[in-house]
Structure formats: structure tokens, C-alpha cells
């Protein structure tokens, strides 16, 4: 798979924009947020260390530190645009193309 913002050829013929940031449109669908290039290896769980995400709020809060996605939620809160900020039930999944 290629870096942040590389293009990797789909089984169609056409060119898939892989990996793309997440909105809070993409609520409950799964998002490509990581492309490899496996040769030979095939990778079968993904496990979320912490400090692998950036989180914006809707108001443009970015959090950077401490977005740790391993037990599944995150949360903080926006205090310049007071709303909350979280990420809930977060779930990947492989895909081979």
C-alpha cells in the first residue's frame, strides 16, 4: 500500500483515492485510513497503539496527542467551540485488492 494521499489501482481498472480522512458524514461506514504494499505478506488484524490518529472537531479543534483508539472510543472536548469530540465503537478491517 502507499503513504497518506497515494493512489493504488482498484481491481476495476479505475484509481481509488487510498487512504482519505474520515468526516462525521462517514458515521458507521468503513473508510480507507491505511494503504500497504503487502508483497507475499498477508496482514489479518489491525491494532490501534494510540497516537495513530488525528481527530478535528466540526469547529476546527485538531487533537493530535493522545487519540487512543485501542480499546475503541475516544473522547475530548472542544472548549473554544464547546461541543464534545469523540470517536465511538472504532472497528477496522482488512481488504485486499
Known amino acids: 500500500m502507499k503513504k497518506k494521499g497515494g493512489k493504488k ?6 484509481e481509488a ?4 480522512d474520515m468526516t ?14 503487502c508483497r507475499g ?16 472537531s466540526s469547529g476546527g479543534a485538531v487533537f493530535e496527542e493522545d ?7 475516544w473522547g475530548e472536548y ?5 461541543e464534545a469530540v469523540g470517536v465511538n465503537e472504532f472497528e477496522s478491517k482488512i481488504i485486499s485488492v
Open 78 to 82: 472542544d472548549e473554544e467551540n464547546d
Open 9 to 14: 489501482k482498484g481491481g476495476g481498472g479505475g
Open 41 to 56: 505478506v498477508e496482514p489479518y488484524a489491525f491494532h490501534p497503539l494510540g497516537n495513530e490518529f488525528k481527530v478535528t
Open 67 to 73: 487519540v487512543d483508539l485501542s480499546e475503541g472510543d
Open 24 to 37: 462525521a458524514d462517514d458515521s458507521g461506514e468503513y473508510v480507507p485510513v491505511l494503504a500497504m504494499e
Open 17 to 20: 483515492d487510498v487512504p482519505r
